[in-house]
């Protein structure tokens, strides 16, 4: 008989087994039983759970994506200036919990098969939508909204960029080095309006 309250301990075990899986293979080539292995539980239970591969796929991605939110909602509650809200949207999509190599393989790996599915496609598309109107939420108090748009869409270039760049490399992420080409390009675009 199944023990009461185990079915989301489960769950979270097999989106967890699912990027490691993805991190240490790179691609989405893995399988529901190396998955279960992964998780501790039987193949049987994860198709019980999550169905097919593709379903368990679109739920490891709307886990990556509730956590960046839950996140990014947490640092732009913090940010006290429209500069510190842009500077928190950047620092989250960096953070330890977020730029990490099996995150960064899991993502890639989403990007490359987005291009397949179209319910992956949709939560990128969500997530880009998301990074754009945190951007904008500082940035349209700092420049003119037609620019604020160009920065935004650059910055986002330039953190996805990061990611993909990473996820080509041996080692661990160096998030500093990350955050600062980021805000390095952001101070540039600031000091240019400034002095226009």
């Not at 075990?13 to 691609?27: Q, V």
């Not at 990611?163 to 240019?192: C, F, H, M, W």
Request: aromatic share 6%; net charge positive.
């Amino acid at each position: 008989m199944p023990k009461v309250g185990m079915e989301p301990l489960r769950r979270k075990a097999l989106i967890d087994a699912t990027i490691s899986a993805i991190g240490e293979r790179g691609n989405l080539d893995v399988t529901m039983s190396e998955i279960a292995g992964r998780a501790g539980v039987s193949s049987a239970l994860a198709h019980h759970y999550f169905g097919a591969k593709d379903e368990l796929l679109a739920a490891t991605m709307r886990h990556l994506l509730s956590e960046l939110l839950i996140d990014t909602t947490a640092a732009l509650r913090q940010a006290e200036t429209a500069r510190t809200r842009v500077s928190a949207v950047i620092a989250v999509n960096f953070s330890d919990k977020q730029f990490r190599s099996e995150t960064i393989a899991a993502w890639l790996a989403f990007y490359v098969e987005a291009q397949k599915s179209p319910a992956l496609r949709r939560l990128l598309r969500v997530y880009a939508h998301r990074l754009h109107s945190n951007l904008m939420s500082g940035l349209t108090r700092l420049l003119q909204r037609h620019e604020a748009e160009r920065v935004a869409e650059a910055t986002a270039a330039l953190i996805d960029g990061l990611y993909i760049r990473r996820a080509l490399r041996e080692g661990i992420p160096n998030a500093a080095s990350a955050i600062a080409l980021v805000e390095d390009y952001l101070e540039t675009k600031l000091s240019q309006a400034g002095d226009a």
